[in-house]
């Protein structure tokens, strides 16, 4: 029988990057994976492709803006699904391959099977064959992450009714694609296929779409997308999922009762995720599960069973890689005796699409909701020098401060680049700025970072230059 120090189940970025800074800290590491790739949703089925997707499909959408830049292209510009859907398919292998050399780096001992407690120390790994062996542990980290959630009356088929991990694969653009859930992965994925010519319908229950986020996203990202002709049905409650050969009908009733039929060929169900504790057996080591689906777990991420540990989308909190990721390292560091720390406020939240949208810390209508006193300082894109050299003008950024102290509370931006310029927002904010602090750091000219210098000039006593 294996005897390990800490056993993680489950090979996503909350478990793997756990098991690199376990074994960094000197304990001897197991990660068990039931699929044969490394790597989680994110990898596989998640973060990553979708980004190649976005990637590939943006490069096609751009080609329509080359004339305006002097570039003439004479002859037929085609999309090629299959060899795009096969490039994403070699950049998830890369990174999974990445994962795997990480882990043989490390000197973590992957187990291939699917785990499941046999006490609160030790877990049996199943494989494909049927074959099991049983790991001893002292600690064991639960990272078993999310899989698709759908709603009751909608039975997924796989496709014509699909799930992300099917949008992902595609046999063919989609005549008419209709999403039903306007929230990050919905979106995304639209976005893609609307690039490459699909009619896209998105339809909400929310009144908006992104309906985490704040307003002012939501309502420029709404713009920007209907101007690239994407349709929305906002408040709206899909009731009927119906198929029939190749067409898709969706119905759905707005906030008076008035039903609205939208015909398509493919309908992606992104309603959002669910925690994956499927065959975990979470209740032979006396790991509680609350009505969610959730692994419950305390400021430790310690779960009802004391050397049981638990990280990521399976645990309460928002369903990102990032957050996993700094999950798994608390977890590593606090079994190694560490006073590790996550503010769960500064976990930026980013949607791919072009423009990108990007946040951190607290909405307007948080802000508004608990009655803090604040202002704020919003900056537009097309404003700046480089925005109009590059042709990405759409957006800006909006600075939220509290009124008395100038601590910056909230940065909302949408934009070229945004998924990127967020970090320093990150930054400032985990080192309590104070918008003054921002608009006194002399940021490059040209770039759109500037638009960051810009509001937060703006938040404090609307002092923008440029506008
Ligand atoms: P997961 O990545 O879900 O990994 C869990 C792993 O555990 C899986 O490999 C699973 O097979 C394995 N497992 C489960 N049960 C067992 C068992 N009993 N035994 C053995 N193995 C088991 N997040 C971002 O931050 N940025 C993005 O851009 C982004 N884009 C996304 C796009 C899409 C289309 C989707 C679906 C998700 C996206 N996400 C994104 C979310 C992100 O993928 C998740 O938040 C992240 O993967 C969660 O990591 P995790 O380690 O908790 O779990």
Same mark, same amino acid.
């Given at each position: 029988m294996s005897q390990f120090d800490v $056993?993680? /189940?489950?090979?996503g970025p909350g478990g793997y990057v756990s098991a690199i800074r376990c074994a960094q800290l000197g304990f001897k590491t197991a990660i068990i994976e039931k699929y044969s790739t490394l790597g989680g949703t994110c990898l596989n089925v998640g973060c990553i492709p979708s980004k190649a997707l976005l990637a590939s499909s943006h490069h096609y959408e751009e080609l329509q803006h080359f004339a305006d830049h002097g570039i003439e292209v004479s002859g037929d510009v085609k999309v090629n699904l299959q060899k795009m859907i096969d490039r994403k398919q070699a950049v998830v292998d890369q990174t999974s391959g990445g994962v795997k050399y990480l882990m043989d780096k490390n000197k973590v001992a992957v187990f291939e099977g699917v785990g499941s407690f046999e006490s609160a120390t030790s877990v049996k790994v199943t494989k494909n064959d049927g074959s099991s062996e049983v790991i001893e542990s002292k600690y064991i980290i639960v990272a078993t992450g999310s899989k698709p959630s759908s709603l009751p009356f909608i039975s997924i088929d796989k496709e014509r009714i /699909? $799930? %992300?991990t099917e949008a992902l694969k595609l046999p063919e653009v989609p005549k008419h694609l209709v999403i039903i859930g306007g929230g990050v992965i919905g979106i995304e994925l639209g976005q893609v296929y609307l690039r490459l010519g699909a009619q896209v319908s998105v339809v909400e229950y929310m009144d908006r779409i992104i309906p985490g986020m704040d307003g002012a996203l939501s309502k420029e990202l709404t713009k920007v997308l209907k101007k690239?002709?994407? !349709?929305?049905y906002t408040s709206h409650k899909v009731k009927e999922v119906t198929r029939n050969g190749n067409a898709v009908t969706v !119905? @759905?009733?707005? #906030?008076?009762?008035?039903?609205?039929?939208?015909?398509? =060929?493919?309908c992606l169900v992104a309603v959002g995720r669910r925690p994956y504790t499927d065959g975990l057996n979470a209740e032979k080591a006396g790991v509680q599960i609350n009505e969610r689906g959730q692994v419950v777990v305390n400021d430790h991420l310690q779960t009802t069973a004391s050397n049981v540990y638990a990280i990521g989308d399976v645990i309460r909190g928002a369903m990102l890689a990032h957050k996993a990721e700094e999950e798994g390292v608390l977890v590593a560091e606090y079994l190694a005796g560490q006073k590790p720390h996550i503010d769960y406020n500064l976990i930026p939240g980013v949607v791919y699409t072009w423009p990108e949208v990007a946040a951190v810390g607290k909405t307007e209508e948080q802000l508004k909701a608990d009655g803090v006193a604040y202002k704020s300082g919003s900056f537009p894109f097309k404003a700046l020098g480089r925005a109009r050299a590059g042709g990405d003008i759409?957006?800006? &950024?909006? /600075?939220?401060?509290? %009124? !008395? $102290?100038d601590e910056v509370l909230g940065v909302h931006m949408i934009g070229a680049r945004c998924a990127d310029l967020i970090?320093?927002? &990150? $930054? #400032?904010?985990?080192?309590?700025?104070? @918008?003054? =602090? /921002? %608009?006194?750091m002399s940021h490059a000219h040209p770039t759109f970072a500037e638009a960051i210098k810009e509001a937060a000039l703006a938040a404090t006593d609307n002092r923008a230059l440029h506008v």
């Open positions: $056993t993680i /189940i489950g090979s /699909i $799930t %992300s690239q002709g994407m !349709k929305f !119905k @759905a009733d707005d #906030a008076k009762g008035n039903e609205i039929a939208l015909e398509g =060929d493919y759409d957006g800006f &950024v909006k /600075i939220l401060a509290d %009124s !008395k $102290t970090a320093e927002a &990150v $930054t #400032a904010m985990e080192f309590r700025a104070s @918008a003054e =602090d /921002i %608009s006194r």
